[in-house]
């Protein structure tokens, strides 16, 4: 779950300024969590509390209203509705918030089944699921059944085709579904050879920078683990209640898995 908030910080700033120069600066002035940390960490929290992922977003993200990059526009509106309900969205947001799915729970069919949760309170699309229970479940092989790139491209396979490469988004284009984002994020988390090697192909590629960070890097943690500099680095960004979340789940689930 760090490895997406690590990713996260370190594309906030190229999010509507893209570069595509591998070696960017990796905290910039400027950097910050977003939308995408105060969900994952929304949807870990649920888990740790026992209580629906619908009511821990709403909560968190109304208790942290205005994010760097903010919200997205239907988004916001359920946030802040009398009763939010599902609004049929296959945007990014859900694959980008579902770390914690795939560290929590053990069994396979659980993943799916809590991936699909955490998606359909607000994203109810079928590809808005699709692209949760893919990161969820490639998370879940790599953290817990030991498994490898392998299994990795074969989750890709299975839920966007053997021919996913061939309808990947260009780079620099921008892109906020989970049809474009989750294979591509796949893609990338398997031609890198470290996790910072990862982050650093996810933001130089361009488009929605935080958003791919934070997807690429919660794969990549499962894979690699995080380098601890980095990690102290990002967790100073985060406010205390938020990184009470973090630390409370690290400790009881990833140091576990």
């Not at 990713?7 to 906030?12: L, M, Q």
């Not at 239907?74 to 795939?102: C, L």
Request: some cysteine; charged content about 20%; proline content about 4%.
């Amino acid at each position: 779950m760090t490895g997406a908030i690590i990713g996260d910080i370190v594309g906030s700033v190229y999010e509507f300024q893209n570069t595509r120069d591998y070696n960017f600066e990796m905290f910039p002035k400027g950097a910050s969590y977003t939308d995408d940390s105060i969900c994952t960490i929304a949807v870990a929290d649920a888990i740790l509390r026992g209580v629906p992922y619908r009511d821990s977003l709403v909560e968190w993200c109304r208790k942290y209203p205005h994010p760097k990059g903010a919200y997205g526009g239907s988004f916001v509106k359920w946030i802040h509705s009398e009763d939010p309900q599902p609004y049929g969205s296959y945007g990014n947001g859900s694959a980008m918030r579902v770390a914690a799915v795939g560290w929590a729970f053990d069994e396979s069919s659980l993943v799916m089944e809590e991936a699909k949760r955490s998606a359909e309170c607000s994203h109810s699309h079928e590809e808005g699921i699709k692209g949760a229970q893919a990161i969820a479940l490639a998370i879940h092989h790599l953290a817990h059944l030991q498994g490898g790139k392998d299994d990795v491209l074969a989750i890709c396979r299975r839920f966007y085709g053997e021919d996913y490469e061939a309808r990947l988004p260009k780079a620099g284009q921008w892109n906020e579904t989970c049809q474009g984002c989750v294979p591509l994020a796949l893609h990338l988390f398997l031609q890198s050879d470290s996790f910072e090697d990862a982050l650093r192909r996810a933001v130089s590629y361009g488009g929605d920078s935080d958003t791919m960070g934070a997807i690429v890097g919660s794969v990549a943690e499962a894979y690699y683990g995080v380098p601890q500099d980095m990690l102290d680095v990002a967790l100073s960004y985060l406010p205390q209640d938020l990184l009470g979340v973090v630390r409370r789940f690290v400790d009881l689930y990833v140091r576990k898995g």
